[in-house]
């Protein structure tokens, strides 16, 4: 859940940057595949993808996909970053 918050979260920023082409990398295939598939399950998390989905088809171009975590260089800076 806290990878599709920070989904959401970056995803707003990005836009209100004013950027309108973007590729979205995501290190959990739960959480891509939540925000990119059709049919949503209702359940604890259908508000938050719904809320990804409503940001998905603004006016920009975005580009979904997974990344394996180590093919993730920003999310790997932030580890060692973080202790």
Known sequence: MAELWAAITGLELVWFLGLRRLIFES???????????????VDANYAPVVRAKEILVREWEVKVQYTFREANVAAVWLDKKSF
């Open 27 to 41: 290190d959990s295939m739960v959480t891509v595949n939540l925000i990119t598939r059709h049919n949503v399950k």
